[in-house]
């Protein structure tokens, strides 16, 4: 007599795996999650995501890869499925915003997996202050901002893209850019509750996205950024004024400006006159960090006799410590810099034409 099959035999959980239930995407932690994406997508791709992840987040998915047992079709594409949905979320909340991510994931995926979606993005996604102005044309910014205190434009500049920024902060009255600058400069944490005020005080109609947690904005390299895409006037006329007010700030900001990597945006008369105010020894321990375009660029302006030796100067010089690197590409800088400001060179900017000697 033929035995009636148990409900638990006859299910498809039992017929993929035996008996045992396969697990869903939920069913991971976050950790798995990512281990079964980059095993699923291979050794290749997941060797060229780990050069941009830290070693502690190596060690921790190596860990969980070597873990993992075998992964069932299902179980792959559902975390697959979580990837794209969550990727195509974060692309629309890049593009426009929270509310702009939510209606287009209601289009195409339905009200309810559209929130659970935004929930566990958001979840670990801290939304930046002054979201709601992110498609805001710059020049309506302006007039909306210009009369505040410098130290409330100096805040909204430091969350705004550097480019908006730039196009604001260059078209402030002159006695104010400095002002402005200076704060962005020196600015460290503000707290939810100043963020959630100003947010208020510039769109009422907008309910709040700021985190509860503190965060940070503004420093040297939120002005340098800002800096680095203002017109050269406006960059010279902010800089003389905070040498005036801040000695050791200016000095810092300009130390940042333009960075020895920088050198291949120069063309090749410049280079070459940049390279006759460069002692040989300073250049070899400057180019013994940087990659090959930079160092193509140098050797590119020389003679072969002159980049042959230094090449071997560069070979035979051995281990360098980073500090001695830094220091030689900081002193090409400050020539650089010096070669800008006295007219000899210039250095092309953003939205500028090529630089001309």
């Known amino acids: ?24 995407s939920k069913d991971f932690t976050g950790r798995q999650k990512a281990a079964i994406f980059l095993v699923s997508i291979g050794s290749e791709i997941s060797a ?69 979606i935004i929930n566990r993005l958001t979840s670990s996604l801290q939304v930046r202050p002054f979201d709601f102005i992110r498609r805001t044309d710059p020049a309506h910014l302006l007039n909306f901002i ?15 893209e550097p480019n908006k920024s730039s196009i604001i902060l260059q078209s402030l009255p002159h006695e104010v850019q400095s002002d402005v600058a200076r704060r962005i400069a020196t600015m460290d944490r503000t707290s939810p509750e100043v963020l959630r005020e100003v947010e ?21 390299e939120s002005i340098v950024e800002i800096l680095n ?48 105010e460069v002692d040989s020894q300073e250049l070899a321990k400057a180019l013994k960090s940087v990659d090959t375009e930079v160092q ?5 302006n020389m003679s ?17 410590r980073l500090k001695d690197v830094e220091e030689a590409q900081q002193k090409i800088v400050s020539i650089i810099r010096h070669l800008e400001d006295t007219g000899e060179i210039v250095v092309a900017r953003s939205g500028e034409d090529e630089l001309v000697v």
Do not use: C, W
């Open 229 to 276: 895409l203002v017109d050269r006037s406006s960059e010279k006329q902010i800089i003389e004024a905070l040498e005036d007010e801040d000695p050791e700030l200016a000095e810092e900001i300009k130390k940042r400006m333009f960075v020895f990597e920088d050198i291949v945006m120069l063309d090749d008369r410049a280079i070459q006159k940049v390279m006759r």
């Open 200 to 220: 208020r005080v510039l769109e009422k109609k907008l309910s709040t996205l700021s985190s509860e947690d503190y965060t940070a904005a503004g420093g040297v």
């Open 296 to 300: 193509d660029k140098i050797f590119r």
């Open 304 to 320: 072969k006799r002159a980049a042959g030796m230094l090449k071997e100067d560069m070979e035979y010089m051995g281990p360098i």
């Open 146 to 160: 210009q009369q505040e205190h410098p130290q409330t434009i100096a805040l909204i500049l430091a969350y705004l």
């Open 48 to 116: 060229e995501i780990f050069k941009y992840l830290r070693e502690d987040e190596i060690e921790t998915l190596t860990f969980e890869i070597a873990r993992l047992e075998t992964i069932e079709p299902a179980q792959k594409d559902a975390v697959l499925m979580e990837f794209q949905e969550l990727m195509m979320a974060n692309e629309f909340i890049s593009t426009g915003g929270i509310d702009y991510a939510r209606e287009l994931l209601e289009k195409s995926l339905g009200s309810q997996k559209a929130i659970d």
């Open 1 to 24: 007599m033929a035995k009636t099959a148990s409900p638990a035999a006859s299910s498809p959980g039992a017929a993929a795996g035996g008996g045992k239930k396969v697990k869903g």
